[in-house]
């Protein structure tokens, strides 16, 4: 019962207990009601009829349209008025006429000496100590009689019952706890919320640093509580939205959280990227790692960028986001677009070899955003060993180029020769056979300088090949080297 409605119940049951002294002239409520109390007196007399089982079922039929307005509470408050008046004046000296119309008198006490007197010091002495027993059990209208046992045992199984509880009439919930961690034996306490229930003795709780915690009597639990009590803290609605990964990134799951409130991961992907977790061994895994799965059991976005798992790729899965606000919030999700109207997006994944300095080569790394044509990588050490081969190319095209340039001297030079001393004997002799073995030494000289500069040119272009850019335009989703070689994988929007 919230505390407007107590009042209200409170009051109700004030009034409903000067029902029954409607049958005097003398009391208050008689005076208000003179004919009705005046007729009743001269009729039955006082304490007869109106303090009986038959006058109190007459008087809770007439609170009957309480439980038509669907107040069974307020309507509990008055019968229970009404019956409190009989039973204490069965604490007189002359008892109430319980059976009416049975005249035999019922009395609380049997023994006459311990029943008191009307508008006697007993009396009023009686009252006091009613009213202290009221004020002390006045919280139980407030947490019941099931949450006034709660409080006394603080045992987890008392905890779980009322975080289902509170979970299931609309409220988060607060846990004040003292306990001991298991595996480093630490003494913790605080007022952490509930996150959930894993068992009837178990309950997940976050830490102000948004850590979890589970605490409670079993083995397995982070926390071995020595008390713990749940408090209803404030309503909270719930809003779950179930979504289907494939091939996308898993950062996509942040288009799904509300503005307001807090929100929580359940669910499963499944992927070929290497990943680390990082849990302490008193902490509650918000992740389990299986062979190529990852499960969450209420993840954050948090606990996603902490452990560098947001830009993994999803080749399937299926995560439920559920998030918690007030209900005096009003609810704004982001602006995704249907799946119809969404652009495609197409991951693409490209190696990268010959990388030896990561950090001085690489010089992109994950959620940064590039262009088409802008540079990723240098293969620098991969350059150097080339210059030199550049190097040893050029003096080798050099030295042929020498060469050639000898031969075609060698060879003009022993054909002027040849001329001077066909003059000298005026003999002209058929010199072909020479001047084809002349040819075919130049084409040889000439052949070694193509090749040379082939050679050459094959260098320069791995040269320029060490600068490695980007085939599309897109996000950095994850970089991961092993030995020399590069993975880069790209997020680009297909077209």
């Given at each position: 019962m919230n505390a407007p409605l107590a009042i209200v119940g409170y009051g109700t049951s004030i009034l409903a207990a000067l029902l029954p002294d409607i049958d005097t002239s003398a009391s208050t409520l008689g005076k208000l009601f003179l004919p009705v109390s005046t007729y009743l007196e001269r009729r039955f007399g006082h304490r007869t009829i109106t303090h009986s089982l038959l006058g109190w079922s007459m008087f809770s039929i007439m609170g009957l349209p309480l439980l038509i307005l669907r107040q069974k509470q307020i309507y509990l408050c008055f019968a229970l008025g009404v019956f409190s008046h009989i039973m204490l004046d069965a604490v007189n000296k002359s008892g109430v006429p319980l059976f009416y119309p049975h005249l035999i008198r019922a009395v609380i006490p049997k023994n006459e000496r311990y029943r008191i007197f009307t508008a006697s010091k007993d009396e009023y002495v009686f009252l006091a100590v009613l009213s202290v027993i009221a004020l002390l059990v006045l919280p139980l209208g407030r947490i019941g009689l099931k949450g006034a046992l709660h409080y006394l045992v603080k045992i987890p199984q008392s905890a779980v019952s009322d975080y289902l509880s509170n979970s299931a009439q609309g409220y988060s919930t607060i846990v004040d706890f003292e306990g001991i961690l298991n595996i480093s034996q630490k003494r913790v306490k605080g007022k952490w919320l509930a996150v959930n229930s894993t068992s009837r003795n178990s309950l997940i709780l976050e830490s102000p640093d948004a850590r979890k915690y589970s605490i409670g009597a079993n083995p397995q639990d982070n926390i071995r509580s020595l008390r713990i009590q749940s408090f209803r803290l404030k309503p909270v609605k719930v809003l779950t939205q179930e979504i289907s990964l494939i091939e996308q990134p898993l950062s996509d799951v942040f288009n799904f959280i509300p503005k307001q409130g807090r929100t929580y991961f359940l669910g499963y992907i499944k992927t070929y990227d290497k990943f680390n977790l990082d849990f302490s061994l008193d902490e509650y895994p918000a992740f389990k790692k299986g062979v190529n799965r990852l499960d969450f059991d209420y993840a954050t976005k948090e606990d996603l960028l902490k452990h560098n798992l947001a830009n993994i790729l999803a080749n399937e899965g299926r995560i439920l986001v559920m998030s918690f606000y007030s209900p005096k919030d009003k609810i704004v999700l982001p602006n995704v677009p249907a799946a119809s109207e969404r652009t495609p997006s197409k991951v693409t994944t490209f190696?990268?070899?010959?990388?030896?300095?990561?950090?001085?080569?690489?010089?992109?790394?994950?959620?940064?955003?590039?262009?088409?044509?802008?540079?990723?990588?240098?293969?620098?050490?991969?350059?150097?060993?080339?210059?030199?081969?550049?190097?040893?190319?050029?003096?080798?095209l050099s030295?042929?180029?020498?060469?050639?340039?000898?031969?075609?001297?060698?060879?003009?030079?022993?054909?002027?020769?040849?001329?001077?001393?066909?003059?000298?004997?005026?003999?002209?002799?058929?010199?072909?056979?020479?001047?084809?073995?002349?040819?075919?030494?130049?084409?040889?000289?000439?052949?070694?300088?193509?090749?040379?500069?082939?050679?050459?040119?094959?260098?320069?272009?791995?040269?320029?090949a060490t600068n490695i850019y980007s085939p599309a335009s897109g996000k950095v989703l994850s970089v991961n080297m092993q030995n020399t070689t590069v993975t880069l994988r790209l997020l680009t929007k297909e077209e």
């Open positions: 190696y990268i070899k010959d990388i030896y300095n990561a950090d001085k080569e690489l010089k992109v790394k994950p959620n940064d955003f590039v262009e088409k044509g802008q540079l990723l990588a240098t293969q620098d050490e991969k350059k150097e060993q080339l210059l030199i081969q550049k190097k040893e190319q050029e003096n080798r030295i042929t180029q020498a060469e050639l340039e000898k031969a075609k001297i060698q060879i003009k030079q022993d054909s002027q020769l040849k001329e001077k001393e066909d003059e000298l004997l005026k003999d002209k002799r058929n010199l072909s056979s020479s001047k084809q073995l002349d040819e075919i030494k130049i084409k040889e000289a000439e052949a070694r300088v193509d090749l040379a500069r082939s050679d050459l040119e094959k260098v320069q272009k791995a040269i320029n």
